[in-house]
Every structure is written in structure tokens, then in C-alpha cells.
């Protein structure tokens, strides 16, 4: 009893970015322009959670999500003068998907090679891909790119195996449920979009 209570004293601030995390993918999954302002919550309190594990690339990751979030909800709320009309689903484009792969590469190299050079971290590239695969996924989250599932899908099922081999098993809980989230997301997003788009 009192080995759960140390854990869980040690580990609140985790709890409380997991919990937020839930509310934040199920908001995500349902299109709602809320997400931002959730993400930008759980964003703040990884921050310090990834700090102490020696996560610093996600650390890094966190501060970029907080400023997305921002960015996030300009593109949703103003996606037009008026309003009321709602931004719609779509598509990445076949030169926009050579981009968004082309930069996840090109970021998982330099900034694997920063950590590995620069920082006590163990796990430098593997670290580096998570965090260049979720710079490029939520971004193309702040456009509503149906394609961004994709890009989560793989991204949060390699967390999982990172997270637990830091002993972060609340998080890998989190992670595990995100990559099924994200199934559910892109099958969710799919029925919001323009039959047209679907032909």
C-alpha cells in the first residue's frame, strides 16, 4: 500500500498529463476545436515530466506543442471570416506526404545527432523519431489532414516501447491507447469528410 502511495505522489504531475491526455485524444477524435486548449494543458505538464526522465527531445517536443496549440486554434477558429463554418477534413497531397516524410527523416538525423552528441540521453534516435514524426503529425493536425492519423498511429506505438523501458508505465498506458485512438480517429475523420473526396 504505502509502495503505491509513493508511486503515486512521485508520479502526479504524470497522472494528471495522462489524464488530460485521454480528454485531449478523444477530443481530437471528434473534430472539436477544444483539443488545442487541452493540449496546450497536458503539454505544460510533460514538461517537466519528460525533464526528469532524461526525455529531453520530448521535453523540447512539449514547448513546441504549446505553441501549436496556439497556432491550432487560429487555423480552426478562423478558418474563414465567417466563422461558423467549420474547417473541413482532407487529404494530404502527394507532394505535401514527400514533405511531411522527407522532414521526419531529415529530423530524426539531426536531432538524434544532437542528443547523442550534446546530452546524457539513451535514447537518442529513438527519441529523435518520436518527436520529428509528432512535430510533423500535429501540424498536419493544425490543417485537418485525414493523414495525420497514419503518422500517429506509428509514432505513438513505438512510445509505448520507449516509455516502458523508462519505467514510465502510466504514460506507455496512455501511448497504447492513443495508438488505438488513433485508429478510431481516422475512421471517425473519414466519415466527416466530403463524399467527393472519398470517390
Not at 46 to 52: G, S
Not at 103 to 123: K, P, Q, R
Not at 166 to 171: F, R
Request: proline share 2%; aromatic share 22%; charged share 10%.
Amino acid at each position: 500500500m504505502n509502495d503505491a502511495l509513493n508511486w503515486f505522489l512521485n508520479h502526479k504531475l504524470e497522472l494528471a498529463g495522462t489524464i488530460s491526455g485521454f480528454i485531449y485524444i478523444f477530443l481530437s477524435i471528434r473534430a472539436s476545436i477544444w483539443l488545442w486548449f487541452v493540449g496546450f494543458i497536458t503539454s505544460a505538464a510533460y514538461i517537466f515530466v519528460f525533464y526528469q526522465s532524461g526525455f529531453y527531445a520530448d521535453m523540447a517536443l512539449q514547448i513546441y506543442y504549446i505553441i501549436i496549440s496556439v497556432y491550432g486554434w487560429i487555423r480552426w477558429r478562423y478558418y474563414k471570416a465567417d466563422i461558423s463554418e467549420e474547417r473541413p477534413v482532407v487529404y494530404s497531397t502527394a507532394q505535401q506526404h514527400v514533405i511531411y516524410l522527407s522532414l521526419t527523416i531529415l529530423g530524426t538525423l539531426a536531432i538524434g545527432y544532437f542528443l547523442d552528441t550534446y546530452t546524457n540521453s539513451s535514447v537518442p534516435y529513438q527519441d529523435a523519431f518520436t518527436t520529428a514524426g509528432s512535430i510533423v503529425g500535429t501540424y498536419m493536425l493544425t490543417e485537418k489532414q485525414i493523414d495525420n492519423w497514419i503518422y500517429w498511429i506509428i509514432v505513438d506505438a513505438y512510445s509505448v516501447y520507449l516509455y516502458a523501458q523508462k519505467d514510465l508505465y502510466s504514460t506507455a498506458i496512455l501511448y497504447t491507447v492513443y495508438t488505438c485512438m488513433a485508429f478510431i480517429g481516422y475512421v471517425q475523420w473519414r466519415k466527416k469528410m466530403n463524399p467527393a473526396l472519398l470517390a
